[in-house]
């Protein structure tokens, strides 16, 4: 069949075949504010396509008392008229009025409309979707929202107002960190992250699409757990064809995601995405003087406020090595690193993830991606260890001499060297890679003295050849099975 023929046959219904999938303690949170005796507040957050809207929609389905969304590039105006269009659709007679020249009217009608619903048992739910967009230079719409709460949701036992929006930064520091009227009014925030392996596969299955692990762990090292890109799978085909349908082939279905991504997210996205673009260069990320460097800028608080804003979206992360004086700034984003890696020089016409499998650049990956899944699965990784009831730290360790990708120390003094390798067969420690590994080890044994018993832990695709250096160096395995079973 003709890739053509294969995309005319590929139309998944997004968002109508999706089924809720994991998110047990978030679904416990809207649980327990709906079913409240005291009005409530919540702020969702977390990296465009990983479901927010849809958790909520989902969940709530028809009780909702007023649902509108942001428009996207629109002003002041356009987004008034939007809103004042949500509250005349649950009271007709509104349309006979003025439409608000503020956003001060605008959330005095919506009280007003809900004052005149009466009190009721059951919360009447507001929900205020992509919230980001409605606050548009100067138009005072949180001075707004915090009038509403204030003065009049506070008061009420019957409002839940659900604040949503994927530009995460605005969440973080226009609601959850405000130091004005909204200072300390919400009564829970969400952070919605990607899907874990095991809730990957989970999602897949609902769909009929039965791969076995490995090509899960290869999709996900793809996708990231996110349920929008996820969606577009089609059972029928497999990860291979995929992949080439969504992202690769000339006419792919998502073919200009990464830019659409960005461009959704911030007004001015070229500096953003220029900084992923440089992170996507090193693993183990770049210290904040190299970013500056590499961008061909001056540092200062506008690389801070760009920094800030990629790390609270999902995109990056930042840690502080152990023995580093400096913070360190790295891409832990899998679709990010996906697209540089293949999809921005992207020179084949059809059939290209078939041709880049098992190429030097595509084993590469392989080893990067890997380390990003075992890294976002840290606890999963522990309690395969069995430590699950320990105390523990995780982080990274890199000096001169050396890097581990993961440290696990533990309060039972033990310190876990994690040491991640992808490999479809089980992966064999030769003579210098024991050697290497035990240098490591040496290097943790310096730190921690007699303090902490060091133990060598291999994170596999597909579990150890038990060969002489296996047997006497390593003292914890831990296989891709483990991690989506744990």
């Not at 979707?129 to 009049?152: C, V, Y």
């Not at 979206?313 to 913070?327: D, H």
């Not at 250096?469 to 991690?483: E, R, W």
Request: hydrophobic fraction near 40%; charged fraction near 25%; include cysteine.
């Amino acid at each position: 069949m003709a890739d053509s023929e294969k995309i005319c046959n590929f139309a998944p219904k997004i968002n109508t075949i999706m089924e809720l999938i994991g998110r047990k303690f978030e679904r416990e949170i809207l649980r327990k504010a709906y079913e409240s005796k005291q009005p409530e507040f919540i702020a969702i957050y977390g990296r465009r396509r990983v479901g927010k809207t849809y958790l909520v929609r989902e969940y709530f389905k028809d009780r909702f008392t007023l649902y509108v969304t942001g428009l996207a590039n629109a002003n002041k105006s356009q987004q008034i008229v939007n809103f004042h269009n949500g509250i005349v659709n649950i009271d007709e007679s509104r349309s006979a009025n003025p439409i608000p020249s503020n956003w001060l009217g605008v959330f005095d009608e919506l009280s007003s409309t809900l004052e005149k619903m009466g009190k009721s048992k059951e919360k009447k739910v507001i929900f205020i979707d992509e919230a980001p967009f409605m606050d548009t230079p100067k138009s005072d719409f949180i001075t707004a929202l915090e009038h509403f709460w204030n003065a009049w949701a506070a008061g009420r036992d019957d409002i839940l107002l659900i604040i949503c929006g994927s530009a995460s930064s605005w969440i973080v520091n226009k609601v959850i960190k405000n130091h004005g009227g909204l200072h300390n009014r919400l009564t829970y925030k969400i952070r919605l992250l990607p899907f874990t392996l095991a809730e990957t596969k989970e999602f897949l299955e609902s769909k009929n699409v039965r791969w076995v692990n490995k090509s899960i762990a290869e999709c996900y090292m793809i996708m990231g757990g996110l349920p929008y890109y996820l969606n577009y799978i089609d059972p029928k085909y497999s990860l291979a064809q995929n992949i080439d349908i969504i992202f690769l082939n000339d006419n792919a279905l998502l073919r200009g995601e990464f830019d659409n991504l960005f461009a959704s997210l911030f007004k001015k996205s070229e500096p953003f995405a220029r900084i992923i673009e440089i992170l996507s260069k090193k693993k183990s990320g770049f210290y904040r003087s190299d970013i500056v460097k590499g961008m061909g800028l001056k540092d200062g608080g506008s690389l801070t406020g760009k920094l800030t804003a990629l790390e609270e979206c999902g995109f990056i992360r930042k840690y502080r090595p152990v023995q580093g004086k400096a913070e360190v700034y790295q891409l832990i984003d899998f679709f990010c690193l996906f697209h540089f890696s293949f999809i921005k020089n992207n020179l084949y016409d059809a059939d290209a993830w078939k041709l880049i499998t098992n190429t030097p650049k595509y084993n590469t990956w392989c080893g990067l991606s890997f380390e990003k899944l075992c890294l976002t699965h840290a606890q999963q990784i522990r309690n395969a260890l069995g430590i699950k009831g320990v105390g523990t730290r995780t982080y990274s360790y890199y000096s001169k001499e050396t890097q581990i990708d993961m440290v696990i120390e533990r309060d039972d003094n033990v310190v876990n060297m994690c040491e991640m390798k992808y490999s479809r067969e089980p992966y064999t420690i030769t003579k210098n890679e024991a050697e290497k590994l035990e240098k490591r080890a040496s290097t943790l044994r310096k730190i921690f003295g007699s303090r902490k018993n060091i133990y060598i832990t291999m994170v596999t695709l597909s579990g150890l050849e038990r060969n002489e250096y296996a047997n006497s160096i390593v003292q914890d395995s831990v296989t891709l099975d483990d991690i989506i079973g744990a």
